[in-house]
Structure formats: structure tokens, C-alpha cells
């Protein structure tokens, strides 16, 4: 992926909001130990990104929209659920 040979963030949309996802070996240390998908998301956005998600009116059947292209910014084919 373009992004991971410039070594830069890759900025997607969702739900009208810009996130700004890290190049992998820019994600926090802690997702090293998330036991599940959402702490994984919630830690790869970090806190104002994650509030601001929430506060879009965002529904669990929507996140796994966004977890989808969260995983396809960092090159996956999606959140592997």
C-alpha cells in the first residue's frame, strides 16, 4: 500500500468524519494486547477520534463498517470477523 511505503497516516471517511489512521508501526503499544476488535479500533483512533465516532449517532451494526475500513487503510481486505 501507498501509505505503508511512505511510512505516512492514511486519512479515510466515515459518517461524514475524517479519522486519521497510523502506519502500523505508529499504533500505540497497547494494541499489542486489545482482546477484542473494538478496544483494537478504539486504540488505533484514539480518544477525541473514538468520541467523535460515537457522538456521529453511530450504531454497533455501523461499526463494523468502520472497523472494515479501518483494516483496509492498513492494507487488510477487512476486520477479519
Known amino acids: ?35 477484542d476488535e473494538v478496544e483494537a479500533v478504539k486504540l488505533i483512533l484514539g480518544a477525541p477520534q473514538w468520541e467523535a465516532y460515537k457522538d456521529s449517532g453511530a450504531t454497533i451494526r455501523d461499526f463494523q463498517v468502520l472497523a472494515d475500513k479501518v483494516a483496509a487503510a492498513q492494507g487488510y481486505d477487512d476486520a477479519g470477523n
Open 1 to 35: 500500500m501507498e501509505a505503508e511505503a511512505a511510512e505516512t497516516p492514511v486519512i479515510i471517511e466515515h459518517r461524514g468524519i475524517e479519522f486519521t489512521i497510523p502506519h502500523p508501526l505508529d499504533m500505540p503499544i497497547g494494541l499489542l494486547e486489545a482482546k
